[in-house]
């Protein structure tokens, strides 16, 4: 019923930065949350940003000051500005979103990950 597609990913020098796009399609009434994840190799999937329908924010400390997160309420689409990337946040990046559909029913749904790798 609803659909995230990502991009932006890549390979980018330390200190560099690049932006992540997720759009969300199907049958959607509202959004609540999005928000963005990682999971590096042998690590547990942590959370990095959650932006609010109202545009309240939230990062994990390692991030704070380098990623900017926004939002697009009318084409159901958030980003993730990254800044000063460093080696350690290479990871696989997955958006994730609280969905109210058309048919009444609410979901959690994930996208299919965008790969971040910071190396020179």
């Known amino acids: 019923q609803v659909q995230l597609v990502e991009s932006g990913g890549g390979l980018v020098q330390p200190g560099g930065s690049l932006r992540l796009s997720c759009a969300a399609s199907?049958?959607?009434?509202?959004?609540?949350?999005m928000g963005w994840y990682r999971q590096a190799p042998g690590k547990q999937r942590e959370m990095v940003a959650v932006?609010?329908?109202?545009?309240?924010?939230n990062y994990v400390d390692s991030v704070k000051g380098r990623f900017t997160i926004s939002r697009d309420n009318a084409k159901n689409t958030v980003y993730l500005q990254m800044n000063s990337l460093k080696p350690e946040d290479t990871a696989v990046y997955y958006c994730?979103?609280?969905?109210?559909?058309?048919?009444?029913?609410?979901?959690?749904?994930w996208g299919q990950g965008t790969q971040v790798t910071v190396s020179s």
């Open positions: 994730n979103t609280g969905v109210w559909t058309v048919g009444g029913s609410y979901g959690a749904y």
């Open positions: 932006i609010t329908k109202g545009g309240s924010t």
């Open positions: 199907g049958r959607i009434f509202t959004i609540y949350d």
